[in-house]
């Protein structure tokens, strides 16, 4: 009303509770969990170690894989799967984690990191406590949902011969 006062009593509390309705949304929001990509990367990681460690072969659940892996993958995964591996050159690794086995303390899985470039959204895995194993998975967007292409291993061992005949080759260079 019109020429009532308002104690300064009543003035911070108000400040006080419009204060702690800004902060509160902000403090809820650090505990979130991950969203987008990143979630999608370590739903999947953690759907496909889950897989191995019960002795299952998650490269041949097509139907399993396809809520986390793109259409493209799981089709070039199938080509290759059904390949004779006497014929055509066949990965020493699993696709999904870069590796041959799996260590004891992979059941803790991290994201670490991601990274946008104009292909896919670029997210950092790690597993494990001690000797911790990274992989970067390749993201995204089918209809809608944030799926792996492709996955890549962090640590890149260097390949001598690779070198070495690049320095024997006698052709120009452009």
Known sequence: MPGQRTNSTGR??????????????????????????????????????????????????????????????????????????????VPDVDMFIKAQDIEDDWQEINVVSSDYDPVCMQVYITFGTKNKHTVIDCMVKEKGIWKVNSVAGQAISPNSGLKSSLLDNDSPRP
């Open 12 to 89: 911070i509390k108000m400040r006080l509770y419009i204060m702690a309705c800004l902060l509160i949304p902000l403090s809820a929001r650090a505990s979130l969990p991950l969203a987008g990509p990143e979630a999608s990367a370590l739903r999947f990681n953690q759907w496909y170690l889950s897989q191995l460690q019960r002795d299952r072969n998650p490269l041949s659940d097509y139907k399993g894989l396809s809520p986390y892996v793109t259409e493209q993958t799981i089709k070039a995964l199938q080509k290759s799967n059904q390949s004779d591996p006497e014929i055509v050159d």
